[in-house]
Nanobody, 117 residues
Framework: QVQLVESGGGLVQPGGSLRLSCAASGFTFSSYRMSWYRQAPGKERELVASISSGSSTNYADFVKGRFTISRDNAKNTLYLQMNSLKPEDTAVYYC???????????WGQGTQVTVSS
């Protein structure tokens, strides 16, 4: 069955870094558009960054220059390198897979990122 398993979240001080990973299985990872979303308490889930099957990337304005999305199709894994973290980056981060061809989409269970001193 389809699985998206996020890891790498945790508690970090402002200005620090974290690297999130999303291990995918059960579908053709390389052909899916992969994205990171986040949801803070009391707020809507929002797109953070996405990467196409051809590795074109797109970022939300609030993370441009600080976060980098990447993918390793050989390992079926999606990454999010987060630098210069701010308290407002605190949220649950979710991995998402979307197929333009089939319109199938899948979500991971999320990983908590807390930025606090």
């Amino acid at each position: 069955q389809v699985q998206l398993v996020e890891s790498g979240g945790g508690l970090v001080q402002p200005g620090g870094s974290l690297r999130l990973s999303c291990a995918a299985s059960g579908f053709t990872f390389s052909s899916y558009r992969m994205s990171w979303y986040r949801q803070a308490p009391g707020k809507e889930r929002e797109l953070v960054a996405s990467i196409s099957s051809g590795s074109s990337t797109n970022y939300a304005d609030f993370v441009k220059g600080r976060f980098t999305i990447s993918r390793d199709n050989a390992k079926n894994t999606l990454y999010l390198q987060m630098n210069s973290l701010k308290p407002e980056d605190t949220a649950v981060y979710y991995c998402n897979a979307y197929s333009i061809l089939t319109r199938n989409y899948y979500w991971g269970q999320g990983t908590q990122v807390t930025v606090s001193s």
